[in-house]
């Protein structure tokens, strides 16, 4: 009972420390300024006594001591409140502080508290149900996997990314879906030149012509430049311990792998 009512009062008198403190120090102040005027008004007469005495006027001389010795006692009792204020300060200070901690303690459980509420009921609904639109999207990419691999008559590959702003058909060295080939062809035979036939070579001069043709690129079921869908990037853990509602392979790294970027690229990706 004793140290509740202890914890009580100390509860109670922080509410007006802080303004007893502010108090406290401007008393020191007045304190100090009264010291400081009467530790000069004592060493004045200390400097004028060896005057007085020249006079050898025993009643000047008595008068003279007798205001020494009051300006001494005003400079004892202005320490002695210099000392006491400065400890009252010390302990007020002290108090401060603690009531400050408390506060900040006080605000620090309540956080705790909403904290745990944020994670427990609004976190684990809205990453379940994240979870659940990520599966959706998955689903959807292996049905698209799944046709490209027996695709109909004339079809295209469809696109594995699902992002909107990417087509999964970029090539990087060319602005369309053709490039120029060069290849080389046999004057006297019409055979195109094969991998061994270096038609280059200074000692081919002359046999063979070489020419350039329009081609048109396959499209691919991956991009040529690497991208890496959200869907391997998204990571999101449970609130217990080591374990994961959806664990992003990819989480951490960079979203493409390619540094030599062009501009181009630079703006698709």
């Known amino acids: 009972m004793a140290l509740m009512s202890r914890k009580r009062k100390e509860t109670a008198g922080s509410a007006v420390d802080a303004v007893e403190l502010e108090r ?21 007469l200390q400097e004028r006594r060896d005057d007085v005495l020249g ?20 400079v004892a009792v202005a320490e002695a409140r210099c000392t006491r204020l400065a400890s009252e300060i010390e302990v007020a200070e002290a108090q401060v502080e603690q009531g400050r901690r408390r506060g900040a303690y006080a605000e620090a ?7 745990r509420r944020v994670l427990e009921r609004e976190y684990l609904p809205a990453a379940t149900a994240m979870v659940e639109i990520l599966n959706r999207a998955m689903k959807c990419r292996a049905v698209i996997y799944e046709a490209n691999k027996n695709l109909p008559d004339g079809a295209d590959p469809l696109s594995t990314m699902l992002e909107p ?10 602005k369309g879906l053709t490039k120029e080939e060069v290849y080389f062809v046999n004057r006297e035979t019409g055979l195109v030149a094969g ?34 869908s959200v869907l391997e990037f998204v990571n999101l853990p449970d609130i217990a311990p080591d374990s994961y509602l959806w664990s992003a392979p990819f989480w951490g ?9 062009t501009v181009e690229q630079h703006r698709v990706f």
């Open 195 to 228: 991998p061994h036939d270096c038609p280059e070579m200074h000692a081919n001069r002359g046999r063979w012509e070489r020419r350039t043709r329009t081609i048109e690129l396959p499209l691919s079921l991956h991009p040529a430049v690497e991208h890496r």
């Open 109 to 115: 459980e309540k956080a705790l508290t909403e904290g």
């Open 165 to 174: 702003a990417f087509n999964g058909q970029y090539f990087p060295e060319v």
């Open 253 to 261: 790294r960079p979203r493409f792998s390619n540094s030599d970027r």
């Open 24 to 44: 406290l120090r401007r008393d020191l102040d007045a304190a100090e300024a009264e010291r400081t005027d009467a530790v000069r008004a004592r060493h004045d």
């Open 55 to 74: 006079s050898e006027d025993v009643a000047q001389l008595e008068q003279h001591e007798t205001a020494l010795g009051a300006v001494e006692r005003r």
